[in-house]
Structures are given as structure tokens and as C-alpha cells.
Nanobody, 122 residues
Framework: QLQASGGGLVQAGGSLRLSCAASGRTLSSYGMGWFRQAPGKEREFVAGISRSGVTTYYADSVKGRFTISRDNVRNTVYLQMNSLKPEDTAVYYC?????????????????WGQGTQVTVSS
């Protein structure tokens, strides 16, 4: 199972760090990604990272502000979110896949965790 945590309420310009922990799985075997879904909108890709952590991809909307990383010893993936904007408000989900290349679409992921709410006030 994947469990996302670290969401909360923050003012615009603030920071949050999301964590995605795995139980029953060794995350080093999986490519990982973060997605988000705002009310009334479709789920969208935010960031992805390869198994080794060497390769990362970001949505244009978060590039330069968000950083995805992983600690395979702690079996955890992180999303550091800086310079948050009200439009970053959404439920954030972590996801995993067994594919070699970093995936940037929902159908590229096989396992999903429960979301964590991020609310950015203006």
C-alpha cells in the first residue's frame, strides 16, 4: 500500500513537503509519480521519478517550484513544494509503476495511494 501524507493549509508563497510511504512493497523496484486533482478538474500529472532517482519529470506548471525525490532506504518518496500558489490547491496522490521509463500519464501507473489535501490560501 501507498500512503501519502504531509498535506495541509498554507499561505501563498509557502512550502510543504509531501511524503509517500510504502508498506508491503520495496519502492526501489518502482517508478513513482505524484498527481493532483482539483475540484471539478481531471487528475493531472505533477512529477515523476525513475527507480534509481536519476531521472525526473515535472509538469510545466510546477517546474522550478516542486522537487520530487526518493529515499529507497526509507522506502519513501517526497514532493517538496515551494512558492505555492492558490492554483496548487488539490488532493495530491502518489502512484507507482513497474515500468522502466518515467511515466507522465495516469494510465502509466499501476498502484495508487490515498490522497492528501493541499490548500493554498491567497
Amino acid at each position: 500500500q501507498l500512503q501519502a501524507s504531509g498535506g495541509g493549509l498554507v499561505q501563498a508563497g509557502g512550502s510543504l513537503r509531501l511524503s509517500c510511504a510504502a508498506s508491503g512493497r520495496t519502492l526501489s523496484s518502482y517508478g513513482m509519480g505524484w498527481f493532483r486533482q482539483a475540484p471539478g478538474k481531471e487528475r493531472e500529472f505533477v512529477a515523476g521519478i525513475s527507480r534509481s532517482g536519476v531521472t525526473t519529470y515535472y509538469a510545466d506548471s510546477v517546474k522550478g517550484r516542486f522537487t520530487i525525490s526518493r529515499d529507497n532506504v526509507r522506502n519513501t518518496v517526497y514532493l517538496q513544494m515551494n512558492s505555492l500558489k492558490p492554483e496548487d490547491t488539490a488532493v495530491y496522490y502518489c502512484a507507482a509503476n513497474l515500468r522502466l521509463l518515467v511515466q507522465t500519464t495516469s494510465d502509466g501507473y499501476d498502484y495508487w495511494g490515498q490522497g492528501t489535501q493541499v490548500t493554498v490560501s491567497s
